[in-house]
């Protein structure tokens, strides 16, 4: 354990060495983690087996990256302290307007008249910004989004990503596994919450669709949890939690990040329908845009202290395998001066296209408002 200084010298030290890092911190935690390359080579993985933090692209075809590893950590980071900033609005042009409501008619259009039930329509949005300052970015962000997993992702051959995502992919700690349904979307406010029944379908089709991939791993004390309410920053999410124990240590998560991503809260449903409709109608790649990020089989010390005879609090060193994946949303790419945000929504055959593309604009100040 180092201390939070510390972590952060070593941030600016690879950005002036132009080497690979992350830095990150957990969802509802102070704790920071980081990872570093001493050199600029580009690992790749596809069965998910080697240990380190994977970063991989929404199009599950492609090979994920990985910084190879074990990370560091240092804890009570206080966030609190750091001052924010406020972009007053996000704005957008008439044509980038026009453009995502005539797709997102397309895709209702398409729901309605074919076996597509969800897709998932997103857009890229440049802002231009100015003494832009990477590692004060990443604080702005912890300090605004508690409740999110927030990063800082560099590599000289590949960019320079930052997020603050509410979303879990894939939780496993030993035998235990947890994953996340997380769909509809509305502005957060004090008073009552309302979901209409857009967002409530959309909930339970992404739901059931994750329930079902999952069957076959025949998951021990299998559980869908109920519906909740998840803020993350000025936005409310649905939320249904996904619970299970493996009946061996050994699980493959190639096979179980097969089964899940893309999942339909990102891409739709069913999956290859919304793939296709989603490769052949969005203007721009993806990229890493709703892939998923994380730690990966890292050995996590589970040790508690016993009183033994003669011993006071002996600690006996119990390591258990951990792997904490999280969906990249609410994310950015910083190149050339500038910040390309990526905000998308799912469409349903009651969606309203002028609505979703409000809901882009809301998802497009969560990251807008800390630059």
């Known amino acids: 354990m180092i201390t939070t200084e510390e972590i952060f010298t070593i941030v600016n030290k690879q950005l002036q060495e132009d080497l690979p890092f992350v830095v990150y911190k957990f969802p509802n ?4 983690g980081i990872l570093i390359q001493s050199t600029n080579t580009v690992y790749r993985t596809r069965t998910f087996e080697e240990q380190g933090f994977v970063f991989a692209p929404f199009d599950s075809e492609k090979e994920a990256i990985l910084l190879p590893g074990s990370p560091t950590y240092a804890k009570d980071f206080d966030f609190d302290t750091i001052v924010t900033k406020q972009l007053s609005s996000v704005r957008a042009s008439e044509f980038e307007k026009d453009s995502h409501i005539a797709l997102v008619e397309k895709a209702i259009d398409r729901i309605i008249h074919s076996d597509l039930q969800k897709v998932v329509i997103s857009r890229k949005q440049k802002i231009d910004t100015q003494d832009f300052n990477a590692l004060d970015t990443f604080k702005r962000l912890g300090s605004k989004y508690a409740t999110a ?4 992702w560099y590599h000289p051959k590949v960019g320079m990503w930052l997020g603050a995502t509410p ?9 235990s596994f947890e994953t996340v349904a997380l769909a509809g979307t509305q502005p957060y406010s004090s008073g009552d919450i309302i979901w209409g ?3 409530q379908e959309e909930q339970e089709l992404v739901t059931r669709e994750i329930v079902s991939n999952l069957e076959n791993f025949k998951l021990l004390n299998f559980k869908r949890h109920g519906i909740e309410n998840h803020r993350a920053g000025d936005l409310l999410h649905l939320r249904t939690r996904i619970t299970g124990t493996f009946s061996t240590a050994e699980v493959s998560i190639e096979s179980l990040l097969k089964a899940l991503h893309p999942t339909p ?7 290859e329908d919304a ?9 721009y790649p993806r990229s890493f845009y709703t892939g998923f990020l994380g730690e990966l089989n890292i050995f996590q010390d589970k040790s508690k202290p016993r009183n033994r005879r003669n011993v006071e609090n002996l600690a006996y060193k119990t390591l258990s395998k951990s792997t904490q994946l999280f969906v990249n949303l609410r994310c950015m790419q910083y190149k050339d001066q500038a910040a390309n945000l990526y905000i998308g929504g799912g469409i349903t055959k009651d969606s309203n296209a002028v609505n979703e593309w409000e809901e882009t604009v809301n998802k497009a100040q969560t990251i807008a408002s800390i630059l």
């Open 197 to 199: 029944a857009k967002e």
């Open 149 to 152: 997993f927030v990063y800082l």
């Open 167 to 175: 979303e879990s992919l894939l939780s496993i700690n030993g035998r």
């Open 265 to 271: 809260a990102v891409c739709g449903f069913p999956r």
């Open 29 to 32: 935690e102070n704790r920071l």
């Open 275 to 283: 793939k296709n409709f989603i490769f052949n109608n969005e203007n």
